[in-house]
């Protein structure tokens, strides 16, 4: 019995040995295959994770999105129970009603105020020419003078509460805003136009601040990454031309451009400094799907579709013919026609080294 379990772990080491040989000599042969100014390697697809959370703590009401779904930016996905806001938000709009109708009341007391100051005004005018004249004692004439300073006093502290209504007001006004923007963020809204990966909360489940709802796949950051060698890594520039052929339909090249280019090496200990072992290392490089170009294609793009990518390290260089085979229009993969989707233009010239906010309509997009 243990002999023929060995004999069918070294069956099975030695079929490992051969497969990897056999990629190996693949993926030589295949890169031996490129002209010069043009290198390659393999990767997947990939897309940056975006979390639909709660910004503040509460119980999530409704969940309108399950994993796999396809969502748009601005699309409704969950939300938030806000009878507890609501509530808050009656009470902050009741205290300014009652604000405001106190407001109107000090504001008539104010008017009497006024009146009251002007009357003791004139009542110290008369005196003060009746005292000139002899007719009034100064002990009258301070009593006027006082009851002028005390109506004054009066109006001042009138007008002292006003000023405190009206802070009390804004206060309670800033509160029903704050409780109304708390109300509009407890509708979870979708962030980018991407798929739903994973679904972590349910309906009546309490959530503390932050707490996740859904993660989302951003079909608006589409990419691969390839590893290269140091010596090839260094001759690719971000902004570079690539072309992105994905195992599924390895008759089609989707257009891309080189968006980053890691500065450390990967795979090797930093430590290692001869030459043999020095080649081995690998750089990081991240070949970025012009947004417009999957547009149309919205509906069929996956994450983790494998694929080879290939970039330009010699502007000059032209693309073998394998790799000038862009996708055919969506419509002839079964593919409706994507809201916003723009029409198609005539390819790029294979020299042409333009921006990458300016890539050619009619190549058309890759199908992650």
Partial sequence: MLKSMLRWAAVAAIAAVIGIGAWLYYDARERAKLPPGIVSGNGRVESVQVDVAAKYPGRVLRIFAHEGDLVRAGQVLAQMDVAELEAELAA????????????????????????????EDQQFIRNRELFSRRYISREEMEQTQTKVDIARTQLDAVKAQLLANERSIEAATADVQNTQAKIVDSTLVSPVTGRVLYRLAEEREVLGAGGKVLTLVNLDDVYMEIFLPSDEAARVDVGSEARIVLDAYPQYAGRARVSFI???AQFTPKQVETRSERDKLMFRVKLKVPQEKLLPYIEKIKTGVRGVGYVKVDPNAPWPEKLEHPFPPPAAMGIKPAEGAKPEEKPESPKAEEPAAKPSGAEKPTNP
């Fill in 92 to 119: 902050g709009k009741a205290k300014i009603a009652e604000g405001n109708e106190t407001e109107a009341k000090i504001k008539a007391d104010i008017l009497s105020r006024e009146a009251a100051v002007r009357y």
């Fill in 262 to 264: 890691s500065p450390e």
